[in-house]
């Protein structure tokens, strides 16, 4: 996914006669983010095609870096959801030897029985309990690369909020929203955080800089917006997960919030001490 996402940037560059600017790294943090939200047994040539998609279209179509509306890689990512619903809704189940035999099987172009795991969005038949908890929280259960381990993706989560490379407002009210909106619905609370992609979308693609509002409440109203759809879908659509295109809407919409909710060019909070004197 990051080769192809540097080869469909550099050679559109190329044949529009622009500057090639593959160097800034845009286009392998979209390769990775893209990679991380795809099924890990999907064909090569669907990743490629997916990558073609995101960095043309949702990118360099919109005017390149900064310029985009969508993110890159969850619209290559809703493409191939849309173009081959079948292949990018089939996970290999965890922790067999079997299942990674699969995925590179499947991955590399063989033939194989189809793998399919219900998640616990979608099957009403799961048992969940403590243990069930536990697998989803470390990662035991099937999904898409990045999504599986809520563990990890909470400490990226710090780890991004702490050092300020992420903004932790709208990923929190995400969240929250879809928290509050389950429990009030009746539903399980601690299972709607931990299923899905919730949480990985809400840490790596909610805080996307270019497709997200740059004030601090527009970033809340976002969040809120966005875990209001993913809930509405989930709850009354015929789609289980509804993280994905949640997000994209709220692309849709950021450009509005930021005229909505202004930035005050040149204003500067003062601090505690300033304020006291």
């Not at 965890?94 to 995925?103: F, G, H, K, N």
């Not at 601690?190 to 919730?198: D, E, I, K, T, V």
């Not at 809400?202 to 497709?211: E, H, L, N, P, Q």
Request: some cysteine; charged content about 10%.
């Amino acid at each position: 996914a990051v080769v192809s996402c540097l080869v469909f940037e550099a050679l559109f560059q190329v044949l529009t006669k622009q500057s090639i600017l593959i160097k800034d790294g845009s286009a392998i943090v979209s390769g990775i983010m893209l990679a991380l939200v795809l099924p890990p047994q999907l064909p090569l040539w669907m990743t490629v095609l997916g990558a073609a998609f995101a960095m043309i279209v949702a990118k360099a179509f919109f005017g390149g870096i900064g310029a985009n509306v969508f993110n890159p890689a969850l619209t290559g990512r809703a493409f191939l959801f849309v173009s081959f619903p079948a292949a990018m809704g089939t996970w290999p189940l965890p922790r067999t030897a079997q299942s990674l035999v699969e995925t590179v099987t499947s991955a590399t172009g063989g033939i194989i029985d189809e793998v399919t795991s219900a998640t616990a969005l979608s099957s009403s038949s799961l048992i969940v309990d403590s243990k069930t908890y536990f697998d989803f929280f470390i990662g035991n259960r099937a999904g898409c690369i990045g999504e599986s381990s809520i563990a990890l993706i909470l400490l990226a989560f710090a780890f991004l909020a702490v050092t300020k490379v992420i903004d932790w407002r709208a990923p929190l009210a995400m969240v929250a929203t879809v928290a509050l909106a389950s429990f009030l619905a009746g539903g399980d609370v601690l299972m709607a955080m931990l299923s899905g992609g919730l949480l990985f979308g809400a840490v790596f693609m909610a805080t996307d800089y270019a497709t997200s509002p740059v004030t601090k409440k527009g970033r809340l109203v976002f969040g809120f917006g966005a875990g209001l759809i993913t809930f509405l879908i989930r709850q009354f659509g015929g789609y289980p997960e509804g993280v994905m295109f949640s997000i994209l809407i709220m692309n849709a919409l950021t450009p509005f919030l930021n005229k909505l909710i202004p930035q005050k060019y040149g204003y500067i909070k003062p601090s505690k001490k300033v304020a006291k004197k």
